[in-house]
């Protein structure tokens, strides 16, 4: 449970420098390592299905990686929800397509589950003048949920929507031309799920970003952001010019499809804690 006081100290570490910050990451990452059998059994088994071309030892360094780049970037959360914009410019870069950011459409933001993923709604929030909606999950944990949603606020004309709020809310904000920052790429359960290849294995995802598309009439702005020695980089990728199309389930395909290419590229860096492929389809196996 997270405390008044235990946020208090929280905030204190935001102004040790970043490579002592990240040492202490470090080393809880490994301390989760250790110590959570069970989540480190999840991301085995998740590696084991999307990689299975790897080794178990280099499935394992995998493993390894993702339990420090986790906790890096929870306690890079310090700098990034309590000190000054001036930290956030110096630590946080802008690359790839930025003249995407300029245009005046509406637009749905593809946000992978990287470790970085709240990095790049802050950057973008402190330096786009656009309007940007997000829907979250509220926490059980008050405390919790009040800090999450003041770190999430502070910079820009921002507005978190709850699942509970519905897709009609969400569009006519998106079709008033707020941005929404959309991270679909989780297993939410299986209501209003879809079965589509994710690394070859079939996984429940919701073809929201496909709806929300074609409802707000908006194209779709991947955004993928990654953790370096010197802070992160938000990767702008070049909007694509071939989604949403009328079918909902191919979109969700080619969405994942993308996905795949963006993990490959930094694949300790994606949510592998989360069970990816905890729904399964009528008869299959459990991967758990």
Same mark, same amino acid.
């Given at each position: 449970?997270?405390?008044?006081?235990?946020?208090?100290?929280?905030?204190?570490?935001?102004?040790?420098?970043?490579?002592?910050?990240?040492?202490?990451?470090?080393?809880?990452?490994?301390?989760?390592?250790?110590?959570?059998?069970?989540?480190?059994?999840?991301?085995?088994?998740?590696?084991?299905?999307?990689?299975?071309?790897?080794?178990?030892?280099?499935?394992?360094?995998?493993?390894?990686?993702?339990?420090?780049?986790?906790?890096?970037?929870?306690?890079?959360?310090?700098?990034?929800?309590?000190?000054?914009?001036?930290?956030?410019?110096?630590?946080?870069?802008?690359?790839?397509?930025?003249?995407?950011?300029?245009?005046?459409?509406?637009?749905?933001?593809?946000?992978?589950?990287?470790?970085?993923?709240?990095?790049?709604?802050? !950057? =973008?929030?402190?330096?786009?003048?656009?309007?940007?909606?997000? /829907? %979250?999950? &509220?926490?059980?944990?008050?405390? $919790?949920?009040?800090?999450?949603?003041?770190?999430?606020?502070?910079?820009?004309?921002?507005?978190?929507?709850?699942?509970?709020?519905?897709?009609?809310?969400?569009?006519?904000?998106?079709?008033?031309?707020?941005?929404?920052? !959309? =991270?679909?790429?989780?297993?939410?359960?299986?209501?209003?799920? /879809? %079965?589509? &290849?994710?690394?070859?294995?079939? $996984?429940?995802?919701?073809?929201?970003?496909?709806?929300?598309?074609?409802?707000?009439?908006?194209?779709?702005?991947?955004?993928?952001?990654?953790?370096?020695?010197?802070?992160?980089?938000?990767?702008?990728?070049?909007?694509?010019?071939?989604?949403?199309?009328?079918?909902?389930?191919?979109?969700?395909?080619?969405?994942?499809?993308?996905?795949?290419?963006?993990?490959?590229?930094?694949?300790?860096?994606?949510?592998?804690?989360?069970?990816?492929?905890?729904?399964?389809?009528?008869?299959?196996?459990?991967?758990?």
């Amino acid at each position: 449970m997270i405390s008044q006081v235990g946020l208090k100290l929280f905030q204190l570490l935001g102004f040790l420098p970043l490579p002592v910050l990240r040492a202490i990451g470090s080393m809880v990452g490994m301390a989760l390592y250790l110590g959570a059998r069970w989540r480190r059994h999840v991301v085995l088994q998740n590696l084991r299905v999307c990689f299975s071309q790897k080794s178990e030892s280099q499935r394992l360094a995998i493993t390894k990686q993702a339990f420090v780049y986790f906790a890096q970037a929870w306690l890079d959360r310090s700098w990034l929800w309590h000190r000054s914009p001036s930290c956030i410019h110096a630590r946080v870069r802008f690359t790839g397509a930025i003249d995407e950011l300029t245009a005046d459409v509406p637009t749905v933001i593809f946000a992978p589950h990287f470790v970085g993923l709240d990095v790049g709604w802050t !950057l =973008l929030t402190l330096r786009v003048p656009k309007h940007f909606t997000t /829907i %979250f999950t &509220p926490q059980s944990n008050p405390v $919790a949920g009040a800090w999450m949603t003041q770190g999430r606020s502070r910079f820009g004309q921002v507005q978190l929507f709850q699942r509970e709020d519905g897709v009609k809310t969400i569009v006519s904000s998106l079709r008033n031309n707020a941005w929404l920052y !959309l =991270l679909p790429d989780m297993n939410f359960g299986p209501e209003e799920s /879809i %079965f589509v &290849p994710f690394f070859g294995e079939p $996984a429940a995802t919701v073809p929201s970003l496909s709806r929300f598309a074609k409802l707000g009439r908006a194209r779709v702005l991947p955004v993928v952001t990654r953790m370096t020695s010197s802070g992160y980089e938000v990767e702008v990728l070049k909007a694509w010019d071939d989604f949403p199309t009328d079918d909902a389930q191919a979109d969700t395909a080619l969405m994942n499809q993308r996905l795949e290419t963006y993990i490959q590229a930094m694949p300790a860096q994606y949510f592998w804690v989360h069970k990816r492929f905890k729904t399964r389809p009528e008869g299959a196996a459990s991967i758990y």
